[in-house]
């Protein structure tokens, strides 16, 4: 690197960093531009200042001139042979006809004493004399004060650039809450649903924003926080930012997690700047996602009092309790873990109002369907009742990243509208994974196409079970095949049901056990959902000859141990084996009575790879099912 290449790349590397943000990559940027205010005149002067001093020091003589004794140099100059000496501090430079030879003489001396001494007359030879210690004085002042000075050029870097709360980073102790204000656009009721039951208890809320007037007049305290509590998916953020859009206030919000930080007593600094703030434009609300983060019990764990976490629950409990009756301020916040929450927490008086969300029955999906399909195109034939039935169990979430999948397919091949085909795929796409291409022999597809004929047959022999809806040999996610059931929506599951699951689940096995005189691994997700089930209904349900007893203790802490005695124990293991061996003893005996059903099905499976429910019940027959099994459709017990 040059001389004049390092100042160059130093300059642009310092304009970057006094500049602090993007700027155009040219060697020499006009600085007339950037130079804004003192500050920065001042860090560009004093770099200027230190690149002119190194340069003077890199442009003095580099020495790779011939030495030669201070004698011999005397004797030169007395030939007459040396045109112009240079004298720089101890050293002397003689330019002679040829070449430049350099010479030392003693510290301090003059240099015509010297060649007087010698008895040289200097009258007839130039001598140019350069005395720069006074500039390689402070040269070295400089080199000696240069670490200081980047290392307080970095903290201001630092300082003044850093991103965060207020753009300083000593904001660590302010909120990071994300302010919706009046003007933002807004959500309102109209954009959710199915959770109308939630709407109409949120109702009262807004209502008290809008007209806190009313309620004081009657002497009636409204409620200080509100708990939003369900699965996830099922619109409780959404649900919130519709709550302000309606009482058309500022909306703050803030995740849990986001209080925390590694230095000791942020996360309370942080709740006491979130809510002086939202006071400041009261009436307003505050909405804190995923509360379980910082709510969990108390003295759980080996911190005690003295952990952060705690630290800032107790500043969350002291804000709410601090509430007068004149501030119209709600506090909000969801979670899909209310049980681990600190009961202080959720007195009277601090979140004293609990909303449930569930999972959308028929009704509320066939809505939440046409909200996410108002901005894209869909196919008139699309049945809408047909779709709000085909996806039971779905949220919130999963409908709208089901319509987003079957708008992506239709794009994918170069469709103009979402038709009947691309929503079928989609919503098995979003429960089971896309389609995989895996090498099979003709004996693996062989045994997929009984182990999911035998699931079809023992689900279609069993009055409880829903009606078969598809079977297909194609690989999905981690299963080579799947078979699946249009479900009804259910307040509560019955023994019954709950054993013909069982049975069905474990029809694969019952298959390649009774064709193939085999099992196979294919089977494992499958006995692992039989045994979880059978063991709740053991433990949890009192489904079982230990009686109705609650044997699944919930353990408060992972240190707590297992209530449980080791007989009582083994009781609940006989008990879980013995509804697993029941199940899988009538799935073998159905499928022994259906074994020409099962070789049919599998054939044709073997053939089409998939089997859609018309032509099942074509191939098969009809579904034997229980007088009054269509029940009205009520909300799933979440």
Known sequence: MTSVEFPALVCYNFHLMAAGRKTKKTLFPRLNKKVKNWKNLLIY??????????????????????????????????????????????????????????????????????????????????????????????????????????????????????????????????????????????????????????????????????????YKSIGARTPKGVLMIGPAGTGKTLLARATAGEANVPFFSIAGSEFMEMLVGVGASRVRDLFGTAKKSQPAIIFIDEIDAIGRQRASGFMGGHDEREQTLNQILVEMDGFSPNEQ?????????????????????????????????????????????????????????????????????????????????????????????????????????????????????????????????????????????????????????????????????????????????????????????????????????????????VMRFGMSSLGPVTLEIQKETPYDTDSLSPEMQAKVDNEVKKIIDEGLDEATRVLKRLRKKLDLLAEELLKQETIESEGFEKLIGPKKMLPGHKPTILPIEA
Request: proline share 4%; charged share 25%.
């Open 45 to 214: 002067g004093s770099v200027f200042i230190f690149l002119g001093l190194l340069l003077i020091g890199v442009n003095q003589p580099t020495g790779t001139q011939d030495s030669i004794p201070l004698s011999q140099a005397i004797q030169e100059v007395k030939r007459g042979n040396v045109k112009e000496i240079e004298v720089h501090d101890n050293k002397l430079v003689l330019k002679l006809e040829d070449k430049n030879v350099e010479a030392f003489k003693e510290p301090g001396s003059n240099v015509y004493t010297l060649f007087k001494d010698a008895g040289v007359d200097l009258s007839k030879t130039k001598v140019s004399i350069n005395d720069k210690t006074t500039l390689n004085n402070w040269i070295s002042i400089f080199a000696s004060l240069l670490p200081i000075l980047l290392m307080v050029g970095f903290f201001y870097f630092i300082f003044s650039h850093a991103r965060g709360a207020q753009d300083s980073v000593f904001s660590f102790g302010q909120s990071k809450a994300k302010l919706y204000s009046k003007d933002t656009p807004k959500i309102t009721f109209a954009d959710v649903a199915g959770v109308d039951e939630a709407k109409k208890e949120l109702e009262e809320i807004v209502d008290f924003l809008k007209n806190p007037g009313k």
């Open 329 to 537: 301020l709600v506090v909000m916040a969801a979670t899909n873990r209310p049980d681990i929450l600190d009961p202080a927490l959720v007195r009277p008086g601090r979140f004293d109002r609990r909303v449930a969300l569930e999972l959308p029955d028929v009704e509320g999906r066939k809505n939440i369907l046409g909200i996410h399909a108002k901005n894209k195109p869909m196919d008139i034939k699309v049945d809408w009742d047909k779709v709000a039935k085909r996806t039971v169990g779905f949220s919130g979430a999963d409908l709208e990243n089901m319509l987003n999948e079957a708008a992506i397919r239709a794009a994918r091949n170069n469709r103009k509208k979402v038709d009947m085909a691309d929503l079928e795929e989609a919503a098995t796409k979003v429960k089971l994974g896309p389609e995989k291409k895996r090498l099979q022999t003709e004996q693996d597809r062989k045994m997929t196409a009984y182990h999911e004929a035998g699931h079809a047959l023992v689900g279609w022999e069993m009055p409880h079970i829903d009606p078969i809806h598809r079977i297909s040999i194609v690989s999905r996610g981690m299963s080579l095949g799947h078979t699946m059931t249009e479900p009804i929506d259910r307040v509560h599951e019955t023994k019954s049901h709950l054993i013909e699951e069982i049975a069905m689940m474990l029809g694969g096995q019952a298959a390649e056990r009774l064709v193939f005189n085999d099992i196979t691994t294919g089977a494992s997700n499958d006995i692992e959902r039989a045994t979880n089930i059978a063991r709740a209904m």
